[in-house]
């Protein structure tokens, strides 16, 4: 069964400690990607990776660090460097053409 | 120019009435315009994407319009249900660059019963 899987589905984390949330996908997709999303907000692109071991920042990369030592796996790990780190977190792939494809998400709560 | 400007913010609608949402975009690069359905706690789903060498394409009760020479594209929920309930997003990019969506701000979306 082809897809995405995000782990955990929810998270909760003390101020100060940095967290990691991980992305698997087994549709032999190059091309990952992690947004994060506020309440009532769009997708916010925070890295992308187009090729192991390669990645870029998006547009809210401050805060985040992510690896690609495997094609299947995109972890992304929050810094206590991120001040505002309570969001939705998503985790996507996508095609040669393209077509991307989201995971559950991840809701991660910092107190 | 990155942009991607989406309308309305949010939408109700009657059971069997249309729904329709618009979004336009800058870049003349971009090939490449999908739309997203997302159900509150879930990922978003990719429910139906268009490319620019077709003006219209349909699937089931949904249809994307595309104007190339307007730089507008728009979703229409045909007959729409309350299961069709959700934040719908239009995105777009280039995919001979780095396929990076775009993504507009969202419309959220009630059809009552």
């Known amino acids: 069964d082809g897809g995405i899987t995000q782990s955990p589905k929810y998270l909760f984390r003390k101020e100060g400690q940095n967290v990691t949330l991980s992305c698997e996908q087994n549709l032999n997709h190059d091309a990952m990607y992690w947004y994060r999303q506020d309440p009532g907000q769009g997708l916010r692109l925070i890295y992308y990776?187009?090729?192991?071991?390669?990645?870029q920042k998006g547009d809210i990369a401050e805060g985040y660090s992510v690896s690609r030592e495997k094609k299947e796996s995109f972890p992304l790990t929050v810094t206590s460097a991120q001040k505002n780190p309570t969001a939705f977190y998503l985790c996507?792939?996508?095609?040669?053409?393209?077509?991307?494809?989201f995971g559950p998400g991840t809701r991660l709560t910092v107190t | 120019q990155q942009q991607v400007k989406q309308s309305p913010q949010s939408l109700i609608v009657q059971k069997g009435g249309i729904s329709i949402i618009n979004c336009a975009y800058e870049?003349?690069?971009?090939?490449?315009f999908p739309w997203y359905q997302q159900f509150p706690g879930k990922g978003p789903a990719l429910l139906i994407a268009i490319r620019p060498d077709v003006s219209e394409k349909k699937e089931g009760r949904f249809t994307i319009s595309f104007n190339k020479s307007a730089k507008q594209f728009s979703l229409h929920i045909m007959d729409s249900q309350p299961g069709d309930s959700a934040t719908y997003f239009c995105a777009a990019s280039n995919t001979g660059g780095y396929n990076k969506l775009i993504f507009g701000a969202g419309t959220r979306l009630a059809v009552h019963p």
């Open positions: 870049n003349t690069a971009f090939d490449y």
């Open positions: 990776s187009q090729i192991v071991n390669d990645f």
């Open positions: 996507a792939s996508s095609t040669d053409v393209g077509e991307q494809y």
